[in-house]
């Protein structure tokens, strides 16, 4: 229809939209840059990397942020920083390492992807483990005496191999991340690039979540960094596993709780599946009264 001076109507401006979250990605092994958006966990966060570079996203078995090696330290949790470059580890060679259980600990930290893959996040000096040199940080364990593991959470892992009898030798199947070859320069440059853009881009992160939708947030503060740091330490000490992303999600729970009882229904009601021993929620209600009030 037009007006009396035979003008079409103009159209009301449309609502100017959020703007759009696009991350660099490569493969860490060696690939062109890719860029990725419109994920809101770590399962679609792999579904978008795998379409760009036309693999399957069960090939990937973690991500690092602004550095392309097996480096535990930039692993990949809940929380994306908006200038982070990220680099996606894909499966290499499989391997199969017999180990005979001499001692009761094993030597391992078990950390997970998000997406169905248990790994090996750190090796204790002189233990089991780490006199098996085939062994590796960032090795996904895939098979435990030819059972599969691919699915089961971190918690889960680091139980059954704790429960193996000790003086039995057993049996692991592990995948190492896919090494690079070529690309070398190319790969650090991005990576150091990456580094200095997140430096000016002030603190701002992308929160993925499990459930609902990742939204952008303040990166933690000192209290939440600190109090994350210790809960993480709790994790493995009593739980054999290391995920910063839990670790931040129990300080969440309990940062504004006034006694343990109310700590450990808050933490149920989020973590239940979980089945927390009541001494290690103790040990956490006390770290983070600690970091709170400065005794640590």
Same mark, same amino acid.
């Given at each position: 229809?037009?007006?009396?001076?035979?003008?079409?109507?103009?159209?009301?401006?449309?609502?100017?939209?959020?703007?759009?979250?696009?991350?660099?990605?490569?493969?860490?092994?060696?690939?062109?840059?890719?860029?990725?958006?419109?994920?809101?966990?770590?399962?679609?966060l792999y579904a978008r990397i795998a379409e760009v570079f036309e693999i399957s996203p069960a090939e990937i078995l973690?991500?690092?942020?602004?550095?392309?090696?097996?480096?535990?330290?930039?692993?990949?949790?809940?929380?994306? !920083?908006?200038?982070?470059?990220?680099?996606?580890?894909?499966?290499?060679?499989?391997?199969?390492?017999?180990?005979?259980?001499?001692?009761?600990?094993?030597?391992?930290?078990?950390?997970?992807?998000?997406?169905?893959?248990?790994?090996?996040?750190?090796?204790?000096?002189?233990?089991?483990?780490?006199?098996?040199?085939?062994?590796?940080?960032?090795?996904?364990?895939?098979?435990?005496?030819?059972?599969?593991?691919?699915?089961?959470?971190?918690?889960?892992?680091?139980?059954?191999?704790?429960?193996?009898?000790?003086?039995?030798?057993?049996?692991?199947?592990?995948?190492?991340?896919?090494?690079?070859?070529?690309?070398?320069?190319?790969?650090?440059?991005?990576?150091?690039?990456?580094?200095?853009?997140k430096v000016a881009s002030g603190r701002e992160t992308l929160r993925l979540r499990s459930k609902g939708s990742a939204t952008v947030q303040e990166a933690p503060n000192e209290?939440?960094?600190?109090?994350?740091?210790?809960?993480?330490?709790?994790?493995?000490?009593?739980?054999?596993?290391?995920?910063?992303?839990?670790?931040?999600?129990?300080?969440?729970? !309990?940062?504004?709780?006034?006694?343990?009882?109310?700590?450990?229904?808050?933490?149920?009601?989020?973590?239940?599946?979980?089945?927390?021993?009541?001494?290690?929620?103790?040990?956490?209600?006390?770290?983070?009264?600690?970091?709170?009030?400065?005794?640590?």
């Open positions: 229809s037009r007006d009396r001076d035979g003008l079409a109507p103009q159209a009301a401006p449309a609502p100017s939209p959020r703007p759009r979250l696009v991350f660099h990605t490569q493969l860490a092994h060696g690939s062109p840059t890719g860029r990725i958006e419109g994920f809101t966990n770590v399962k679609e973690f991500c690092t942020l602004n550095s392309h090696k097996v480096d535990m330290q930039k692993l990949l949790g809940g929380q994306i !920083g908006l200038e982070d470059f990220i680099f996606a580890h894909v499966r290499g060679q499989t391997k199969e390492v017999e180990v005979t259980k001499s001692e009761d600990a094993l030597g391992l930290t078990i950390t997970d992807n998000g997406a169905g893959y248990a790994f090996i996040k750190r090796i204790k000096e002189g233990s089991v483990i780490d006199r098996l040199k085939t062994v590796c940080v960032g090795d996904h364990i895939e098979a435990i005496n030819d059972q599969s593991i691919v699915g089961c959470r971190h918690y889960e892992v680091a139980k059954m191999l704790k429960e193996l009898p000790k003086g039995q030798p057993f049996t692991l199947r592990l995948v190492e991340p896919k090494k690079a070859f070529d690309m070398i320069g190319q790969r650090t440059k991005s990576a150091k690039f990456s580094c200095e853009a209290f939440e960094e600190r109090a994350t740091k210790k809960v993480d330490d709790l994790l493995e000490s009593y739980m054999g596993i290391r995920d910063i992303e839990l670790a931040s999600t129990i300080v969440e729970a !309990g940062k504004d709780k006034k006694n343990p009882d109310d700590f450990a229904v808050a933490l149920d009601s989020v973590l239940g599946d979980f089945a927390f021993p009541d001494v290690f929620l103790f040990d956490v209600w006390g770290a983070i009264g600690d970091v709170k009030t400065g005794r640590i």
